[in-house]
């Protein structure tokens, strides 16, 4: 029964990632345009900065990617290390930290 339940809730975490992937783009082109002042079509200025970030998001894309590659592998020894409750409270730290680092 618990096995079910563990699958199901990765087949909609799977499903909701799937879902997430086609917008990732577009936060590059976001960065390059709001967050650096950017314009693809801009004079060669506007046109360099909006690549500035859009490299730049490319690479927090990337470096996003490898830490979540990594951290799937890690899961399983974490919970058998610090048990059910400290890696619940672990999870719950993260996305707080998270949460302040997009709120700056």
Not at 45 to 54: H, M, W
């Amino acid at each position: 029964m618990v096995i079910l339940l563990l699958f199901t809730f990765l087949y909609i975490h799977i499903t909701c990632a799937f879902v997430m992937v086609p917008f990732f783009p577009f936060d590059t082109d976001w960065m390059g345009r709001e967050v650096y002042h950017g314009d693809p079509k801009g004079d060669a200025n506007k046109v360099q900065s909006y690549d500035e970030g859009v490299r730049e998001s490319a690479f927090g894309l990337l470096l996003n990617s490898v830490v979540l590659g990594i951290s799937s592998f890690l899961i399983k020894p974490m919970c058998q290390w610090m048990g059910s409750r400290g890696f619940l409270i672990f999870v719950f730290a993260k996305f707080a930290g998270y949460c302040f680092h997009i709120s700056i």
